[in-house]
């Protein structure tokens, strides 16, 4: 066995001695072992960003496909590439990710990281990470105060390579660690010849989440039934069954479920949320309302249980990758792309100006089933040098199908934060 990289011997290291580190006056709690709520406020518009990117990756990639996508993975490399930025291509960063300063996107990183994040496992909750990783050509010096920013608030370790003569090497380093990160489900994460020579710094984020229900699905009750896709056709897949009174509520058009996930002894609480339009076609009209409506997620919450008559969830596994930069070109994100915005990574005023982002690659994979559900994302931001409320409806006993196409969302209740949203099409695919 190859020994470990200088990337993977100092990441822990670092991680753990700034959990205790004080910052602006105050300690930060350790919730490695602990978790608990975030000290800071999560952005108010975390779950809008998410819902709004999803809905563009669907309607650009996913139109017809199953999908499952990690927005809080890129809106954090996103963050960093702003800690790095300067002028214009800053001011574009902080519009799209609608904060006010750098400093509110380092202050969410550094939350996601020890405490949102904290893996649960050791309490009885779910099991989790997130990781952070910076590869920069050993050409380069980080600049010492972008440096702290990477260790600091996004707990990451940076490690020194050869793009120049090693590109490939490179980049099969940066998938095994990802893969490591993501508990082996995000295999290849940066595809062949996505690194070569010119480029100068990696940047790349791994989610991982695997929660079992809170009430967990009686294997035997699963039976095959048909499930009808967008062009009215069907299949038979399995589908997961409960009498139990589930948390459902029914709006105009639509349901949503709550699923929670067994909870640790820590004030997090993870829950999978549902959201199943009535007409069996109606899952673009949805999601085109959740990704322009404000507060979307926040105002279509059930609340308590319910009695359900008919209850059916299928069993699903989706795996999904795509490459970021044109929808980010589409929404308005175009000076990271471009040279002489990025002057604050590197200590040479050269390679600054001529660094730029050339590609945001990510892999997200989700399996549902009646133990729980098992996620995980990793995206890579790899960089060049070169030239260039509502109607509720009110009733007692509600039926919760789950037999066409629904959105999904995984997300923790305390902080508001969205881990994963996704589409389901076909459960078959």
């Given at each position: 066995?190859?020994?470990?990289?200088?990337?993977?011997?100092v990441?822990?290291r670092?991680?753990?001695?700034?959990?205790?580190?004080k910052?602006?006056?105050?300690?930060t709690?350790?919730t490695?072992n602990?978790?608990?709520?975030?000290?800071?406020?999560?952005?108010?518009?975390?779950?809008d960003?998410?819902?709004?990117?999803?809905?563009?990756?669907i309607?650009t990639?996913?139109?017809?496909?199953?999908?499952?996508?990690?927005?809080?993975?890129?809106?954090?490399l996103?963050?960093?590439?702003a800690?790095g930025?300067n002028?214009?291509t800053?001011?574009?960063?902080l519009?799209?990710?609608?904060s006010?300063?750098?400093?509110?996107?380092?202050?969410f990183?550094?939350?996601?990281?020890?405490?949102v994040?904290?893996?649960?496992e050791?309490?009885?909750?779910?099991?989790?990470?997130?990781?952070?990783?910076?590869?920069?050509d050993?050409?380069?010096?980080l600049k010492?105060?972008f440096?702290?920013?990477?260790?600091?608030?996004?707990?990451?370790?940076?490690?020194?390579?050869?793009?120049?003569?090693?590109?490939?090497?490179?980049?099969?380093k940066v998938?095994?660690?990802?893969?490591?990160?993501?508990?082996g489900?995000?295999?290849?994460?940066?595809?062949?010849?996505?690194?070569?020579?010119m480029t100068?710094?990696?940047?790349?984020?791994?989610?991982?989440?695997?929660?079992?229900?809170?009430?967990k699905?009686?294997?035997?009750?699963?039976?095959?039934?048909?499930?009808?896709?967008?062009?009215?056709s069907t299949?038979?897949v399995?589908?997961?069954?409960?009498?139990?009174?589930q948390?459902?509520?029914?709006?105009?058009?639509?349901?949503?479920?709550?699923?929670?996930?067994?909870?640790?002894k820590?004030?997090?609480?993870?829950?999978?949320?549902?959201?199943?339009?009535?007409?069996k076609?109606?899952?673009?009209?949805?999601?085109?309302r959740?990704?322009s409506?404000?507060?979307?997620?926040?105002s279509?919450?059930?609340?308590?249980?319910?009695?359900?008559?008919?209850?059916?969830?299928?069993k699903f596994?989706?795996?999904?990758e795509?490459?970021?930069?044109?929808i980010?070109?589409?929404?308005?994100?175009?000076l990271?792309f471009r040279?002489?915005?990025l002057?604050e990574?590197v200590?040479?005023?050269?390679?600054?100006?001529?660094?730029y982002?050339?590609?945001i690659f990510?892999k997200?994979?989700?399996?549902?089933?009646e133990?729980?559900?098992?996620?995980?994302?990793?995206?890579?931001?790899?960089m060049?040098?070169?030239?260039?409320?509502?109607?509720?409806?009110?009733?007692?006993?509600?039926?919760?199908?789950?037999d066409?196409p629904f959105?999904?969302?995984i997300?923790?209740?305390?902080?508001?934060?969205?881990?994963?949203?996704?589409?389901?099409?076909?459960?078959?695919?």
């Open positions: 066995m190859s020994p470990p990289s200088k990337l993977e011997r990441s822990k670092k991680i753990q001695k700034r959990r205790h580190k910052t602006d006056n105050r300690t709690k350790n490695h602990g978790g608990g709520a975030p000290t800071e406020p999560i952005p108010v518009n975390e779950a960003f998410s819902l709004s990117l999803s809905n563009h990756v309607s990639f996913a139109k017809d496909k199953n999908l499952v996508i990690s927005p809080l993975s890129i809106r954090v996103l963050g960093l590439v800690a930025s002028g214009p800053r001011d574009q960063l519009g799209f990710l609608k006010d300063t750098v400093e509110e996107l380092n202050s990183s550094s939350n996601l990281v020890t405490h994040f904290a893996d649960g050791p309490l009885g909750g779910p099991r989790l990470s997130i990781a952070n990783g910076v590869w920069i050993r050409s380069l010096r010492p105060s440096e702290e920013i990477v260790h600091s608030s996004y707990m990451a370790a940076s490690d020194h390579v050869d793009f120049r003569t090693k590109a490939d090497k490179v980049r099969k998938n095994a660690w990802a893969e490591k990160e993501t508990n489900l995000i295999k290849d994460l940066l595809p062949p010849g996505s690194v070569d020579y100068r710094l990696i940047v790349a984020n791994a989610v991982y989440f695997k929660g079992a229900w809170l009430d699905f009686d294997t035997s009750h699963t039976k095959d039934d048909k499930f009808f896709l967008l062009d009215g299949v038979k399995p589908f997961m069954t409960d009498r139990r009174m948390y459902v509520r029914a709006f105009d058009g639509f349901k949503v479920l709550r699923l929670p996930y067994k909870q640790g820590d004030k997090r609480k993870f829950s999978m949320y549902f959201f199943l339009p009535d007409a076609d109606g899952l673009p009209a949805l999601l085109e959740a990704g409506e404000s507060g979307f997620i926040e279509h919450l059930p609340e308590y249980k319910v009695s359900v008559r008919r209850f059916r969830i299928p596994k989706i795996g999904f795509f490459e970021a930069s044109r980010l070109a589409g929404l308005g994100v175009v990271p040279m002489g915005g002057t990574m200590d040479s005023d050269i390679d600054g100006k001529e660094l982002v050339s590609g990510q997200a994979f989700v399996e549902v089933n133990q729980g559900t098992e996620a995980a994302a990793a995206s890579a931001l790899r060049m040098g070169g030239c260039m409320r509502n109607s509720v409806k009110i009733i007692e006993y509600v039926d919760f199908v789950a066409h959105m999904f969302v997300r923790e209740d305390v902080s508001g934060v969205v881990l994963f949203v996704g589409q389901l099409l076909n459960p078959t695919c």
